[in-house]
């Protein structure tokens, strides 16, 4: 079974920077896609930023500058590195893998609060 597990959210300052951590249950390199998404109370969850299993990357406007999405094939984990957070940033960040059959999966989501 593939699981994905997520990691590294809290409460940050405006300003301040917060890595994510997706520990996958199998070897990355064996997933199409590994993308950050992310859900604010009342919103649609987005798409933050994803990486394809050839290293391409991809980002959401209000990001792009402040946040990298990264692989570790040897350690199964995705990162995503957020810099200069702003209020709102303020979400429940979910980890997502597409496998090579195109079906997806899920983590439980970590809380990332950015304060004023």
């Known amino acids: 079974q593939v699981q994905l597990v997520e990691s590294g959210g809290g409460l940050v300052q405006a300003g301040g920077s917060l890595r994510l951590s997706c520990e996958t249950s199998?070897?990355?390199?064996?997933?199409?896609?590994l993308g950050w998404y992310r859900q604010a109370p009342g919103k649609q969850r987005e798409l933050v930023a994803s990486i394809s299993r050839g290293g391409t990357t991809t980002y959401a406007d209000s990001v792009k500058g402040r946040f990298t999405i990264s692989r570790d094939n040897a350690k199964n984990t995705v990162y995503l590195q957020m810099s200069s957070l702003k209020p709102e940033d303020t979400a429940v960040y979910y980890c997502?893998?597409?496998?090579?059959?195109?079906?997806?999966?899920w983590g439980q989501g970590t809380q990332v609060t950015v304060s004023s």
């Open positions: 997502k893998a597409v496998t090579m059959s195109q079906s997806h999966v």
């Open positions: 199998r070897n990355t390199f064996i997933f199409n896609n």
